[in-house]
């Protein structure tokens, strides 16, 4: 009994080792001093999203079973005999991913004096600033020259505009819906900033705010070319400030509307507010949250990515994935993927380059053509919690795993051979293949990343959806601002959390005497 109990806490141990690169933590944003958990795979409520994400793919495996007919598997996947054909195989050999060829961290080292201002700039910096500064007041004048002359509009000063963005920024901070109730007398007022510029400069500065005045000559299809500068800009910040960990996830972040409002807010609020137009990919740092690179891809109306002429929501996944990965070929990173984009032919294009994938899988969702039948559909034999089985051809391999319903991973970055543990708080240890395990533990962090980042929107809302992306872009800006000063000798000195930060940048932003966070 002894050495079982030994044999179990050696397991225990060795697959929290492999983990210790993954900085799970509820101080994330630094809200709750230590960590909660030493345990970065280990589930601290039965209500994690990490849970109901997989658990929710179980659900839909089960009604998709259901409603096909029996024996049958879903589009494009192979017989027994055409899989034999096509080299799969139940002979599991080792595979050994080679090493990453980066260091993971800031690309370059920020003062102990930085400040919240100086980490936000390095993603807008002064010349981004000025950009708006210029297109802004080129619109006002073109805009009035056609419409008639507005008496109240002069030119935006770079003091202005820095202190328009403080507005907008300071709604995630305080979580108002409009931005206009800073100068309201209502619950919430703030008196403190309020001071620094007039309710009617602003919405002169929001009415004429501009990133591209004019339509292009070349690509004027373009759905995006009034942000699409901005964006390009940004893109480039990111990857010159940050290189990433090896382990990198592709993924939609959340950023649906607060529940809070929508439960409290009228039904003339709600017919107001009009249906996102757009979805937002990023690839995220699994192991810090930083989000590395972003596409965007309009639901409505012409693009000139190729992505609005895609209807097939597999190829349109698949685009986006080789768009955020474009960057990265030849470096030995190892890509986790939802069941959208999991697809045995991303996964060997990919390879090609030399990354690596793993994946969920969805007989309704994913792509599974190329792929074993006997794999895809439940057998008449009930299959025992912690069960699995595996094929493999060449590298790749395609597991089943059965935990309250059948899992299937796509992958050729974990060993089949290599064996992994699932640690819940009510059901204990569940025996897993190492890329399950690893699967759970890089997507509870983005799920616990997510779950913190979403409190830190910024809540102005405009109807345009140009807009839209950039304020959403904004926030992203803010929060691997974050990410780096928490990483920088700055953070020895003030350990301010995410709200203070964002409060300090504010305050930075309206060129405040004092700006210390009130929090």
């Given at each position: 009994?002894?050495?079982?109990?030994?044999?179990?806490?050696?397991?225990?141990?060795?697959?929290?080792?492999?983990?210790?690169?993954?900085?799970?933590?509820?101080?994330?944003?630094?809200?709750?001093?230590?960590?909660?958990?030493?345990?970065?795979?280990?589930?601290?409520?039965?209500?994690?999203?990490?849970?109901?994400?997989?658990?929710?793919?179980?659900?839909?495996?089960?009604?998709?079973?259901?409603?096909?007919?029996?024996?049958?598997?879903?589009?494009?996947?192979?017989?027994?005999?055409?899989?034999?054909?096509?080299?799969?195989?139940?002979?599991?050999?080792?595979?050994?991913?080679?090493?990453?060829?980066?260091?993971?961290?800031?690309?370059?080292?920020?003062?102990?004096?930085?400040?919240?201002?100086d980490f936000f700039q390095l993603f807008v910096p002064d010349n981004c600033i000025q950009n708006m500064i210029t297109q802004t007041n080129m619109y006002a004048k073109k805009f009035q020259e056609r419409f008639g002359a507005d008496e109240g509009w002069r030119p935006v000063t770079a003091q202005e505009m820095k202190?328009?963005?403080?507005?907008?920024?300071?709604?995630?901070?305080?979580?108002?819906?409009?931005?206009?109730?800073?100068?309201?007398?209502?619950?919430?007022?703030?008196?403190?900033?309020?001071?620094?510029?007039?309710?009617?400069?602003?919405?002169?500065?929001?009415?004429?705010?501009?990133?591209?005045?004019?339509?292009?000559?070349?690509?004027?299809?373009?759905?995006?070319?009034?942000?699409?500068?901005?964006?390009?800009?940004?893109?480039?910040?990111?990857?010159?400030?940050?290189?990433?960990s090896q382990t990198q996830v592709l993924h939609e972040p959340l950023i649906d509307e607060d529940p809070v409002f929508i439960t409290t807010c009228t039904e003339r609020e709600l017919r107001k507010r009009k249906k996102r137009k757009f979805s937002l990919w990023v690839r995220q740092c699994t192991s810090t949250g930083?989000?590395?690179?972003?596409?965007?891809?309009?639901?409505?109306?012409?693009?000139?990515?190729?992505?609005?002429?895609?209807?097939?929501?597999?190829?349109?996944?698949?685009?986006?994935?080789?768009?955020?990965?474009?960057?990265?070929?030849?470096?030995?990173?190892?890509?986790?993927?939802?069941?959208?984009?999991?697809?045995?032919?991303?996964?060997?294009?990919?390879?090609?380059?030399?990354?690596?994938?793993?994946?969920?899988?969805?007989?309704?969702?994913?792509?599974?053509?190329?792929?074993?039948?006997?794999?895809?559909?439940?057998?008449?034999?009930?299959?025992?919690?912690?069960?699995?089985?595996?094929?493999?051809?060449?590298?790749?391999?395609?597991?089943?795993?059965?935990?309250?319903?059948?899992?299937?991973?796509?992958?050729?970055?974990?060993?089949?051979?290599?064996?992994?543990?699932?640690?819940?708080?009510?059901?204990?240890?569940?025996?897993?293949p190492l890329a399950v395990e690893a699967f759970a533990a890089h997507l509870s962090y983005i799920c616990k990343y997510d779950d913190k980042y979403s409190k830190y929107f910024i809540f102005h809302k405009p109807n345009k959806t140009w807009q839209q992306v950039f304020w959403l872009s904004i926030s992203i800006a803010?929060?691997?601002?974050?990410?780096?000063?928490?990483?920088?000798?700055?953070?020895?000195?003030?350990?301010?959390?995410?709200?203070?930060?964002?409060?300090?940048?504010?305050?930075?932003?309206?060129?405040?005497?004092?700006?210390?966070?009130?929090?």
């Amino acid at each position: 009994m002894a050495e079982c109990g030994r044999k179990a806490l050696s397991l225990l141990e060795a697959a929290r080792s492999r983990y210790e690169s993954l900085q799970i933590s509820d101080d994330v944003f630094g809200e709750s001093g230590d960590d909660s958990s030493d345990n970065p795979f280990y589930s601290t409520s039965g209500d994690s999203d990490s849970d109901n994400y997989i658990a929710e793919v179980g659900e839909e495996e089960q009604q998709q079973q259901q409603q096909q007919p029996s024996g049958a598997g879903p589009p494009g996947s192979l017989s027994r005999s055409q899989a034999e054909e096509e080299g799969w195989t139940e002979t599991l050999q080792d595979v050994t991913v080679p090493t990453y060829k980066e260091t993971y961290g800031p690309a370059q080292k920020m003062p102990a004096t930085a400040t919240a201002l100086d980490f936000f700039q390095l993603f807008v910096p002064d010349n981004c600033i000025q950009n708006m500064i210029t297109q802004t007041n080129m619109y006002a004048k073109k805009f009035q020259e056609r419409f008639g002359a507005d008496e109240g509009w002069r030119p935006v000063t770079a003091q202005e505009m820095k202190a328009f963005l403080g507005f907008v920024t300071s709604t995630s901070v305080h979580r108002c819906e409009s931005v206009l109730s800073i100068w309201s007398s209502g619950f919430f007022s703030n008196r403190s900033i309020a001071l620094k510029m007039s309710q009617a400069r602003f919405e002169k500065i929001l009415k004429y705010f501009h990133i591209v005045a004019f339509r292009p000559s070349q690509g004027s299809n373009q759905g995006l070319y009034k942000i699409q500068p901005f964006l390009d800009s940004l893109q480039q910040s990111f990857g010159c400030t940050f290189r990433p960990s090896q382990t990198q996830v592709l993924h939609e972040p959340l950023i649906d509307e607060d529940p809070v409002f929508i439960t409290t807010c009228t039904e003339r609020e709600l017919r107001k507010r009009k249906k996102r137009k757009f979805s937002l990919w990023v690839r995220q740092c699994t192991s810090t949250g930083f989000i590395c690179q972003i596409s965007v891809h309009l639901k409505e109306g012409q693009g000139t990515d190729g992505l609005a002429t895609l209807k097939n929501k597999p190829q349109l996944h698949s685009l986006v994935a080789k768009q955020l990965c474009q960057n990265i070929s030849g470096k030995n990173t190892i890509i986790f993927t939802g069941p959208s984009i999991t697809s045995l032919s991303l996964f060997t294009e990919f390879s090609k380059q030399d990354i690596f994938c793993c994946g969920l899988l969805s007989t309704r969702k994913s792509d599974c053509t190329g792929l074993p039948q006997g794999m895809l559909v439940c057998g008449s034999t009930p299959a025992q919690r912690g069960q699995s089985r595996v094929m493999m051809k060449g590298s790749m391999s395609l597991i089943s795993w059965y935990n309250k319903g059948h899992f299937r991973f796509l992958t050729n970055a974990y060993s089949p051979t290599k064996q992994g543990l699932i640690i819940k708080r009510k059901s204990g240890e569940i025996p897993c293949p190492l890329a399950v395990e690893a699967f759970a533990a890089h997507l509870s962090y983005i799920c616990k990343y997510d779950d913190k980042y979403s409190k830190y929107f910024i809540f102005h809302k405009p109807n345009k959806t140009w807009q839209q992306v950039f304020w959403l872009s904004i926030s992203i800006a803010i929060n691997n601002a974050y990410i780096l000063y928490k990483m920088s000798d700055a953070y020895t000195v003030k350990r301010y959390s995410r709200a203070q930060f964002g409060e300090r940048l504010v305050r930075e932003l309206l060129d405040l005497d004092d700006c210390s966070p009130t929090q």
